[in-house]
């Protein structure tokens, strides 16, 4: 019995351990590249533009931008990397922390409450943007530069900052042929029906999403989700056959 218990916990530290190491990414070298090229040229850009235009006496660039870049240009299809989250989740979340850090005096209350306070605001403003979280504290552990700002970091550089970084990405992500933003228009919404002819592997859900744009999914994910899919309309076959009943 012990010997039993023995292997049992074994095999499970043996597959939690295994759960750390990190899978391949699906994306193709191609993806990669251009990632790493529209990544580095558009805070380039956007750090030049904003140094001529600020001057180097002012606040005219932040770090959290580069977590911006690579969510904008490694990840364009991501719902966290729209313009409107880039921007919107960006600004919100300076204007938290910057409010939050003027009335709360203890700096470690006061980074956790901004933290908190702009991931609720970005959920609620559908603005969902993780290096957000890093502008909400930048505002609070900036030092005196940015506290100098005030409300003005705000607009510069983190407005500044955001919208030229949205706006090359929609000229790199269009011209490399990806499409940015990425959600479809109304009219552009594929028909409601969708075939699943024939049976799907893992092996064709690899290649699919090699085939595309980096999704911040895996195969597992992938494969559950078209499983909960299948169920979910046996389920909506099931209630018509009984309603026609």
């Not at 990190?22 to 790493?36: E, F, G, M, N, Q």
């Not at 969510?71 to 938290?96: C, D, K, R, T």
């Not at 940015?146 to 992500?173: K, R």
């Not at 085939?211 to 209630?239: N, S, T």
Request: hydrophobic share 50%; net charge neutral.
């Amino acid at each position: 019995m012990l010997s039993v218990l023995s292997a049992s916990l074994f095999a499970r530290i043996r597959i939690f351990l295994g759960r750390l190491k990190p899978h391949a990414l699906p994306v193709a070298s191609k993806h990669i590249l251009l990632c790493s090229i529209g990544a580095g040229t558009g805070l380039a850009v956007t750090g030049m533009f904003s140094h001529w235009l600020l001057g180097g006496v002012n606040l005219w660039f932040i770090a959290p931008m580069g977590a911006s870049a690579v969510l904008l240009f490694g990840v364009p299809a991501s719902p966290l990397a729209q313009p409107w989250s880039i921007v919107g989740g960006n600004v919100l979340s300076a204007l938290i922390g910057v409010s939050v850090g003027m009335l709360v005096p203890d700096v470690a209350l006061a980074c956790g409450l901004a933290a908190g306070l702009a991931i609720a605001a970005m959920y609620f403003l559908r603005c969902l943007h993780p290096p957000g979280g890093a502008v909400a504290l930048t505002a609070i552990l900036g030092g005196a530069d940015v506290a100098h700002e005030g409300y003005h970091f705000v607009l510069t550089p983190v407005l500044l900052n955001s919208l030229m970084l949205a706006v090359l990405a929609m000229i790199f992500n269009n011209l490399v042929g990806r499409r940015y933003p990425h959600p479809l228009a109304e009219e552009e919404v594929k028909s409601r029906g969708v075939s699943q002819g024939a049976s799907v592997t893992r092996e064709d859900i690899h290649a699919a999403l090699l085939d595309g744009q980096f999704l911040d999914i895996d195969e597992d994910d992938v494969q559950e989700l078209l499983e909960k899919i299948e169920h979910k309309a046996a389920m909506r076959k099931a209630q018509a056959r009984r309603n026609c009943e």
